[in-house]
């Protein structure tokens, strides 16, 4: 079974910066594409960043030019850098993976930006 564990949340104040990581690990088949998505309270899980096997990027508008996703496709794992953080972004951060066949989600990871 395929798993993903995620880590890098905690609390930050407005304006710092976080680094959420995750690492798939198990059987794979292939994954093209590795992301993040967050659900805030009261709000639909979105998309913040993908990145594909080729390195293409796709970003959440609220986030561009604060966020940065980085992948590597031998350790299958995904990263994304966040800074210049807002309140707003304080939500439960889901790691992503998609398979030609299957998608994984990690567990969640909290990020909390104080004002």
């Known amino acids: 079974q395929v798993q993903l564990v995620e880590s890098g949340g905690g609390l930050v104040q407005a304006g710092g910066s976080l680094r959420l990581s995750c690492a798939a690990s198990g059987l794979i088949f292939s994954i093209n594409a590795m992301g993040w998505y967050r659900q805030a309270p009261g709000k639909q899980r979105e998309l913040v960043a993908r990145i594909t096997n080729s390195g293409s990027t796709n970003y959440v508008d609220s986030v561009k030019g604060r966020f940065t996703i980085s992948r590597d496709n031998a350790k299958n794992t995904v990263a994304l850098q966040m800074n210049s953080l807002k309140p707003e972004d304080t939500a439960v951060y889901y790691c992503?993976?998609?398979?030609?066949?299957?998608?994984?989600w990690g567990q969640g990871t909290q990020v909390t930006v104080s004002s």
């Open positions: 992503n993976a998609n398979s030609p066949v299957l998608s994984y």
